[in-house]
Structure formats: structure tokens, C-alpha cells
């Protein structure tokens, strides 16, 4: 087969896939988010433990390193490539500690309850929690700023009844998150899970919310965003 066809036959699978992969910009009928909704700290993760174990886990990272240390020449304490990443961060200081553990409670998405905004069909979603405010395009493509400061591509919308906010960096951090309404019990699912190069790889986060019934959505709050 001729090098050139090759290629081609390349450009249209490739294209293939990424269609076939896609995220809806509209929702099926009758999926609708919207309500206020009130954690069920039963059925969900609890992700303050989730953040403290691996906050633990970089503490003990840290105590390593310092008795290696203890045994080095000062020459090769120069020698920042053998250091857990976290102690070369310039975030890593202890002045910087609760403003770091702050982003880590707003990218784990922290919060007692979410009020949602859906249009009649599913196209823009405004989610408020505790500590943010965010405005989504469903079928939207762009490329955003992760809080961790790569540059990532985002994508939004509809997986079935599942909607869906991917952010991916080529060479960082990685963040799925979801949301559904469980119809027989009318309550709201979600899921957060982080990978690649980030302090919260490998932690996911799954919450059950019940809906706040005769209780109104509180006014939007300015200091909370918005934020996309």
C-alpha cells in the first residue's frame, strides 16, 4: 500500500474513533439535573480521609528523604533530581500549606451541597457548591487551565445519562467527573477520579446526593466564581 494512502487511511480511522468517542450536546429525554442537592454521608466516599492518607502518605515521602539525606556528601545534596517532587514545589512551603490543602478540597469537589441549573435541553449546566460556582457547554471542546497550572483540553457532555467534564494534559494532570440522576430513587450520583501527574493521582471519588425537598436554591455568590 502506497505510503500516501496509508496516511490517509490513518487521518479517517483516527477521525473515526474520536467521533465514535464523543460527548453529546444534548441529553436524552427527560434527564434533568437540576435541584439542590444535599450530600448523603453515608452512601458516599469520604474524601477528607481520602486527601488526609495522601497527605500522610507525602509526609512519610518527606521523613525518607531526610534520612537519606542525613548519609549524603554535600555534593550530591545539590542534586534536587533525587527529591520527592513535592519538596522542589515552591508550594510545598509551610506558609503556602492551607491555601494547597484548600485547592485540594476544591479539586476533590469537598462540599455539603450542589445546586444545579440545567436548560430545558441539557445544553448548558451551572453547577454551585460550597466553594465554586461553574458554567458547562455540552459538545463543548477548549483547552483550560488545571488548578495545578498545566494546560489541559477539556471536554463536555452527555455519556448516555451520565454528564460528563473531561480535562486532560499531555503531560499532567488528568480529572474525569460525572454526574447522573438515579431515577428510582431521585438521587444524584457523581464521580470524580484523578490521574497523571498530580498530587491527587490515583484518588477517586464517588457521592450520593439526596435531593433538599422545599428548600429554594440559596442567591448566586460572587466570591464563589464563576469558574469554568
Known sequence: MPAILRAVLAVILLSCATLATALNATSKEGIDLSGRWIIN???????????????????QERRRWEQRERGRTPLEALDESVMPPAMTDPRYGRERRLAREAEFRRMLGITQSLDIQQSPE???????????????????????????????DSTVGWDGDWFVIE????????????????????????IIAWSGE????????????DRAVGAAPPPPDPTRGPYR
Open 41 to 59: 454521608a453515608g452512601l458516599s466516599d469520604d474524601a477528607e480521609a481520602l486527601l488526609a492518607r495522601r497527605e500522610e502518605e507525602e509526609r
Open 122 to 152: 441539557g445544553r448548558t449546566l451551572e453547577i454551585r457548591s460550597d466553594r465554586e460556582s461553574r458554567t458547562f457547554q455540552a459538545g463543548s471542546r477548549s483547552q483550560v487551565s488545571m488548578p495545578e497550572g498545566a494546560l489541559a
Open 167 to 190: 480535562r486532560k494534559a499531555t503531560k499532567g494532570p488528568r480529572v474525569t467527573e460525572k454526574y447522573r440522576r438515579l431515577k428510582k430513587t431521585d438521587q444524584l450520583e457523581s
Open 198 to 209: 498530580t498530587f491527587l493521582a490515583g484518588i477517586k471519588v464517588h457521592r450520593i446526593f
